[in-house]
């Protein structure tokens, strides 16, 4: 299987590059964790003086893992599934009646499905809650059995719940969680077996990820067993061999569980898609399809329904909304309400065919207006963010190769595309610049940190420019000063350190998801929230605070001595009083101040207002003040809250 995050790779013969086609595919993902639970996994680890020496077993910490992956995946992705079965247990529980449409009651034996394949919801989240924090709970679950179990029985179990829950997802993958890096050394049969399984598996597009856990005693090796089960391409042999296999339980350094959420995170599902298989036309009669990805979004709470929390339990409210006449109350069907524009005084009704009409520039298209060096692109053109496109061969055959080549040509004669952009049906058109982008890996981590494609970069038009407030000449700080920051400068910087934002969450996004989750899990709520942004400053004070103090002391004297010169040269615009205080400010009279407010204006002032087109002169809190004195709303823009005014008029 070809890696989704494999670059262009320059072929030898220097033939146009290829993309692979399954980068940044569009679909939600469904994640089964298959754990182990042997007793060799069962084991804590050796006890270590370290302090952040780790104490759970490799089953616990892999139960942890997926409990926290399962509460980042309600908040991150809520459309995902995640699943979590155990298998190599004394006890077995698979026996539900959705999995046995053809052949009855399957049974398999020694697999615990401890989670169902679904969206995750609370009760979901509290069962492997209650597994983490209650030991006798854990205890009581996790016995291992005694007899050899079967590893193809564990594919196929997997396959039946992929099969019956998840079978319209473009992404499903397994993550199987185990020390044992050969389960059928002695049985030729069972390993032929569960080979089976994992191609069968694969023929339904689900992507196997092996998780080997090491012990100080034992080595994982995948080439006793998991070579024959997981099938890679060739070209990742080199980013294999450059990132660690296993993972190690032992009692210092890095605890398990935290490496086990950082590889499954980097292993994060691909992007969804703004629109897919948009027309892309380079000439007259030359199209391909292309896919567009919102890579840049900023995260903000989203309400998705109205929670009532009066009864014992947190419930969603059902609401519902009904027009009104103000004067009978009687309920307005839909057919009745007309929609109308308001221009010159008069409203203009449009039938539903006419105002879509209006809205449509025609259908979407990416079509290729002319070419412009990338240097023409002014830094403040960016108005909006980029939208990353990338080739699609469903609509034509073809449209990978001619993609690669328009991106070669841009990059290396540093060109840009100019181009006319309808996104999606009666989407306002834009125009767009198409900038290259090359492939950035992480050095430390080889993880994508910005993909190879096309970047539309959209163009101001001339509404959107506006002339910038003139800006004073700077002062500009003496060179003293500057040195004297420097050192502050080099004493905060770290040594081999860099800035990762993963660590650093947003703390007021992250407060507002940690109430949702103690009201739906039914917790406490908490009462300080975690803020990772907030400086360390006994660390900062000890490395830098006598350079900090030093350069305050030169700040001060080097703002007496610049406004003792602009003193003696008579710059300052108002003059400096050392005895009487702060120059008094005269009293300026304006035609506005002396202008009557909108809510102290009578109908007919208003009215006049209206017909002379001063009306819009007057701010928006003077409308909202009108508004709110006649008990109308004052919602909406100033041109709303204008044609709000202009309507009482006319009612009036």
């Known amino acids: 299987m070809a890696d989704p995050k494999e670059s262009w790779k320059q072929e030898d013969d220097e033939e146009e590059e290829d993309i692979d086609e399954t980068s940044y595919i569009s679909q939600k993902d469904a994640v089964l964790f298959a754990i182990d639970v042997s007793e060799s996994m069962l084991l804590s680890p050796p006890s270590s003086d370290s302090n952040k020496g780790e104490t759970d077993s490799p089953t616990i910490a892999a139960i942890k893992c997926a409990y926290q992956i399962m509460q980042q995946r309600i908040i991150s992705s809520p459309k995902d599934m995640m699943g979590v079965l155990l298998f190599g247990t004394e006890e077995s529980k698979f026996q539900e009646e959705e999995y046995s449409n053809s052949r009855g009651h399957l049974a398999y034996p020694h697999c615990y499905l401890l989670s169902d394949l679904n969206v995750p919801a609370a009760e979901d989240v509290k069962v492997l809650k209650a597994i983490v924090e209650d030991d006798e709970e854990a205890k009581s679950l996790l016995v291992p059995t005694k007899e050899p179990f079967s590893m193809s029985n564990v594919l196929f179990c997997a396959n039946q719940i992929f099969t019956t829950k998840a079978p319209n997802f473009g992404s499903r993958r397994l993550f199987i969680i185990t020390d044992k890096d050969d389960p059928h050394s002695t049985d030729k049969k069972a390993r032929s077996q569960a080979a089976v399984r994992a191609k069968d598996l694969y023929d339904l597009g689900v992507i196997i990820e092996l998780f080997p856990i090491s012990h100080a005693d034992h080595e994982f090796d995948r080439a006793n067993f998991y070579d024959d089960i997981i099938y ?99 309920i307005v069907d839909k057919a009745e309400i007309k929609k109308a524009y308001k221009f010159g005084g008069t409203q203009i009704l449009f039938k539903p065919e006419e105002q879509k009409e209006l809205k449509t520039f025609g259908p979407p298209v990416l079509r290729i207006i002319g070419f412009k060096p990338q240097n023409m692109l002014p830094f403040w053109a960016s108005v909006k963010k980029s939208t990353f496109i990338y080739p699609s061969e469903e609509d034509y055959v073809g449209s990978t190769r001619v993609f690669a080549a328009l991106w070669q040509k841009l990059l290396n004669d540093k060109k840009m595309g100019v181009a006319w952009y309808i996104a999606r049906t009666n989407a306002t058109p834009l125009l767009v610049a198409i900038l290259p982008s090359q492939e950035r890996l992480d050095e430390a981590t080889n993880i994508q940190v910005l993909p190879a494609g096309l970047w539309l970069y959209p163009l101001p038009f001339a509404d959107d420019i506006r002339n910038p407030p003139d800006v004073p000449t700077p002062i500009v700080s003496p060179d003293n000063l500057v040195d004297e920051m420097r050192k502050i400068v080099q004493q905060l910087q770290l040594p081999k350190a860099h800035y990762d934002p993963v660590k650093y969450p947003n703390p007021s996004l992250q407060w507002h998801y940690r109430i949702l989750q103690a009201y739906a899990l039914d917790e406490e709520i908490p009462d300080v929230p975690e803020d990772k942004t907030i400086p360390k400053y006994r660390q900062i004070n000890k490395r830098a605070g006598e350079y900090i103090n030093n350069w305050q002391k030169l700040l001060a004297e080097q703002v007496q001595l610049f406004q003792k010169e602009r003193k003696e040269r008579g710059g300052l615009k108002h003059e400096i009083e050392d005895d009487d205080g702060p120059p008094k400010k005269k009293a300026r009279t304006s035609a506005k101040a002396a202008t009557k407010g909108l809510a102290e204006m009578s109908a007919d002032d208003l009215r006049k207002a209206v017909e002379a087109g001063t009306l819009g002169k007057h701010s928006v809190a003077e409308f909202k003040d009108l508004l709110l004195a006649k008990g109308l709303s004052t919602s909406g823009r100033k041109q709303e809250l204008i044609d709000r005014v202009e309507q009482w008029l006319d009612d009036n």
């Open 232 to 330: 890679r391409d060739p070209d990742e042999e080199s980013t294999l061999l450059a990132a660690p296999n296993n993972f190690k339980s032992s009692g210092d350094g890095i605890s398990l569980l935290t490496n086990l959420i950082s590889d499954i995170n980097s292993k994060q599902v691909a992007k969804r898609t703004l629109f897919s298989n948009l027309p892309f036309e380079i000439g007259p009669g030359f199209k391909i399809s292309v896919k567009g990805y919102n890579l840049l979004q900023k995260q903000a709470p989203a309400r998705s329904s109205f929670i009532w929390l009066g009864g014992e339990t947190p419930q969603i409210a059902v609401g519902e909304s009904a027009r009104m006449e103000e004067d009978t109350t009687r």
